[in-house]
């Protein structure tokens, strides 16, 4: 069962920056040090995530909380006050547990809510929480522009009213991103020609959003879309082929696609060492595709396998699916194959699965 409902959207980051809060301490924190803040921490699903529980131990988490008077439910961050803001969490191997990094301790007579995002980071055009536009939490997220280093982003179910106990507080941590694969295959008589690929883009997507704390729903959900901001709107990113660069790879035609399948029928394009693009979760318009630039060499008769430049092929472009749009915590599988003949689009695949499940395997189409 999903611990999120999300209702997709694209904001510019900015516009949910607040002003510098201060947190506020009260009085009657214990100065003797026995009552220190720990979490016992979990990930939705392992495998071929970017972030899974182990990846947390090295990774600093971050972590919101606000404290009202003990018996007084948190309702909303003006009936509460801040208490951590944005404070680091990091991994004690000794106690195999959480914790702040400066320490932070209970407040005794208070209770505390806790909400959480993994990885942690200072750079508030990045993730910054917020109260900006709703009575509960926000937080904006951008993405970075260069593929290779996007990174995945958890959201915990908030830990809501928590008293001390003498344990840690649990947190779930789930993946609010959409995972994006893509494969590239050829087929057609290559008549003494290979082809090679010399940039592929995914442009006319969101790379940046705003998640709003929904109580209902007992998690986060990403808001319904505003309008302009182009700029985070329509972003462009650069993908490359797997095990080389874009100079460096040819694509060649499979003799027997009868004698493949899976993997072995295409060329994984990737943006980092796991090939994963982390995208914001968003409807997808018909300014959303892909565009593959693609160079034709021939033989140059010498006998010594040398290839040189025959022509430069025109822009291949794939408009992705409406109805295909992108939610929080599936797993996108885009395969295309390409004519070399006549250099068009002969078939576009997608299979969609959701990043949580136990066998973490992607279908592709036969």
Known sequence: MKLFRYILAILLPAAVISSCRQEAVPDTVPADGKYPLTWRVNVSTKSAASLDTDALKTTPFGVQAYWTDKGLPYKSTSSASLFLDNRKVVYNSTDDLWECDPKAWWVLGKQ???????????????????????????????????????????????????????????LEFKHSLSKVLVYLNIQGDAEGHKFKLKSMSLSGVAGGGTVDYNASAGGFSWMEIPRGNTAVRNKTYNLSIAAGTLEDEYLTHVDDLTTETGLARYLRVQTAPDGDLMMIPQPLTTKAKFTLNLTSYKDDGSGTDTWIVNEEEAPVELILPAENSWEAGNIYCYTITLDITHHYIIQFGITIQEWGSSTQTVTYPE
């Open 112 to 170: 505390i809510s806790f909400f959480a995002y993994a990885p942690w980071t200072d750079d508030e055009d990045v993730f910054k929480f917020s109260t900006a536009g709703s009575s509960y939490l926000q937080a904006s997220f951008a993405q970075n522009d260069n593929p290779a280093l996007q990174t995945d982003l958890l959201l915990a179910k908030p830990a809501l009213d928590q008293v001390m106990s003498g344990g840690p507080v649990p």
